[in-house]
């Protein structure tokens, strides 16, 4: 990129979402390549291959003829089934680190395996496949579709993974009842509460059986109420044998995980367990 010509600084997790609601919108019907993959939840899992491996990863942003140097050497894996919550002040590099992990940014130098599979030099088309079969993003801002009820935003998904109606439909509503909102099934988003809509938005990232669920601030824009409930559902996710890691600036956010990495200037200054970790309080 040519120097002091930057366009204007968009999260790469937006373009993400963008991408997402864009690809909706094109496709009525996935793809050959998209329709002959594996149906979710058939994928060979390997079980003693970390879900994330990362090795001393940099990642600088060039801005003007500065350079930011967002992450500093970040080493470390997660196993699955873990619970793992990334803290950090505001500036540390936690959703430079996120993006990452979600495969929506490359770092500038390190090695980042998914599931085993280095992902460098991978081409869009198979890093959206891999987002999308691999990884449950869950965002601040829900993200769900406008005017498209619950049921079709959790089905979202699974049209680009090639399954039929019938087992769309199928899925998703098991998802919804995984969530506690089988009865919400047919509600826009906007006949929802900000917590009925987070949780939605976790059924659909369940609903492709990903190997590990992204979550960033995920109660970012909830209430002390609607919050517990989607931590309680984080926490049964995982007690179910998912893989979940929680990004978030708040302390007592991050104390419903086991394990705390905590980031300053993009760099691990600890990495411990958390054997404390909040108890469900209330099943939602
Ligand atoms: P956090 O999510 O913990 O607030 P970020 O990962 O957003 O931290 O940012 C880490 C550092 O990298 C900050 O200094 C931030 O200004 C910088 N940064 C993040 N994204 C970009 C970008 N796209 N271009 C330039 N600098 C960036
Ligand atoms: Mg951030």
Known sequence: MPRGHRPARRPA?????????????????????????????????????????????????AVGNIAVHALNGISFRVERGEYV???????????????????????????????????????????????????????????????????????????????????????ALHALHEVGLRTRVDHLPSELSGGQQQRVAIARALVTNPAMILADEPTGALDTHSSAEVLNLFGRVNSEGRTVILITHEADVAAHAHRLIRLSDGRIVEDTANPDAVKQEKVV
Do not use: W
Not at 36 to 55: I, S, T, Y
Not at 95 to 120: E, F, H, K, Q, W
């Open 13 to 61: 997790v937006e373009r993400g979402q963008r991408a997402l609601a864009a690809r909706l919108k094109r496709h009525q019907s996935p793809p050959a390549e998209e329709a002959a993959a594996p149906p979710p939840g058939r994928r060979p899992r390997r079980p003693n291959v970390p879900v994330v491996d990362l090795q001393d990863v940099y990642k600088t942003y």
């Open 85 to 171: 919550a990334i803290i950090g002040a505001s500036g540390s590099g936690k959703s430079t680190l996120m993006n990452i992990i979600g495969c929506l940014d490359a770092p500038t130098s390190g090695v980042y395996r998914l599931n085993g599979l280095d992902v460098r030099g991978l081409d869009e088309d198979t890093l959206a496949d891999i987002r999308n079969h691999e990884i449950g993003f869950v965002f601040q801002n829900f993200n769900l579709i406008p005017r498209t009820r619950a049921l079709a935003n959790v089905e979202l998904p699974l049209l680009y993974a090639g399954l039929n109606r019938s087992d769309r439909h199928q899925r």
